[in-house]
């Protein structure tokens, strides 16, 4: 692992054993990831918790065969993209709302 800033970390992996959304969706939605980090936090009263690379270094994760990694994985990463395509979709609404308004009031 290299550290880029205080606020990211790059994460190497042999593609041969873990698949990096395989990887994402665990750090950011698996319930064992989230219970280990909890444990690292216990007895922290900071408001902004922050994760060292040693820490992250030391989280265990369960690895199922790599096809069904790559199957959750994708998944994962499609419903980020799904998600990102709705807000933007919902953003364009509410700015051609706000457009049809301003035409009405200026009538």
Same mark, same amino acid.
């Given at each position: 692992?290299? +550290?880029?800033?205080? &606020? $990211?970390?790059? +994460?190497? $992996?042999?593609? #041969? @054993? ?5 990887? +994402?969706y665990? /750090? ?5 990831f989230?219970?280990? *980090? !909890?444990?690292y ?8 918790? @922050?994760? &060292?690379?040693?820490? *992250?270094? !030391?989280? #265990?994760? /369960?690895?199922?065969?790599? !096809? @069904?990694?790559?199957?959750?994985? &994708?998944?994962?990463?499609?419903? *980020?993209?799904? &998600? %990102?395509?709705m *807000?933007?979709?919902? %953003? %364009?609404? @509410? #700015? /051609?709302t706000?457009e049809?308004? +301003?035409?009405? !009031?200026?009538?």
């Amino acid at each position: 692992m290299k +550290c880029i800033t205080s &606020n $990211f970390i790059r +994460c190497d $992996f042999d593609t #041969k @054993k873990i698949y990096s959304w395989y990887f +994402c969706y665990q /750090f950011n939605e698996g319930k064992d990831f989230e219970k280990q *980090i !909890e444990m690292y936090h216990q007895g922290t009263t900071l408001s902004v918790k @922050k994760l &060292n690379i040693k820490t *992250i270094g !030391e989280l #265990k994760i /369960f690895l199922p065969d790599i !096809e @069904k990694q790559i199957l959750i994985g &994708n998944i994962y990463r499609q419903s *980020i993209i799904q &998600n %990102d395509l709705m *807000i933007k979709q919902a %953003d %364009d609404i @509410k #700015k /051609f709302t706000m457009e049809l308004i +301003c035409r009405m !009031e200026e009538d």
